[in-house]
């Protein structure tokens, strides 16, 4: 009975002991990873798509909104919203409600892009649910895919001949080939 008692307190002092390390390393962990956020998400830091931008202008997060330009794998521009609003805007109606913004050809345009094979433009899927890119061939590219401004101060892109679903929204990069 002597060993039993013996035996059993060693098993209630290993198991002490291991709820404290898992304790002690699963505090370390949480730290971290509320550390590794705060640092990704401090709005103190400048936004590196967002550094070279004539205008400015927040999205209602405060965050500052930018879509980058990217030619050929390098950025060449990034432009904001109030940077998109200085460009012609037009209307169009797709997915049966009215879209306005500048053209995808005069944001290329302003970019001093005029020669290129294809647009990928990445963002949001509808709903905001996932990331999603949609690639475009400049042969579907004409006055009637339009980056829409919303409600949200970010820009859809969209178009009368490319079905609602696959419109992005919250366009943060346009990647040109």
């Known amino acids: ?40 998400c401090s709005q103190g830091a400048p936004n590196a798509a967002a550094t070279n931008t004539p205008g400015s202008s927040t999205t209602s997060s405060g965050n500052v909104y930018s879509i980058a330009i990217v030619l ?4 060449i521009a990034s432009f904001t919203k109030d940077d998109l609003l200085k460009l012609e805007q037009v209307s169009i109606e797709a997915g049966g409600i009215e879209q306005s913004g500048p053209t995808l050809l005069s944001v290329l345009q302003l970019a001093g892009i005029s020669d290129f094979n294809e647009v990928t433009a990445y963002g949001l899927t509808k709903g905001r649910l996932a990331t999603a890119e949609l690639t475009l061939q400049k042969s579907q590219i004409d006055e009637n895919v339009v980056l829409d401004m919303t409600n949200r101060d970010t820009c859809k892109l969209c178009g009368i001949n490319i079905p609602q679903d696959n419109w992005i929204i919250d366009v943060n990069k346009l990647e040109v080939k």
């Open 1 to 40: 009975m002597r060993q039993q008692k013996s035996i059993s307190r060693g098993c209630k002092r290993y198991a002490l002991s291991n709820w404290h390390f898992l304790l002690s390393v699963s505090l370390i962990l949480a730290c971290s990873l509320l550390a590794i956020s705060l640092a990704g």
């Open 72 to 75: 050929n794998g390098e950025q």
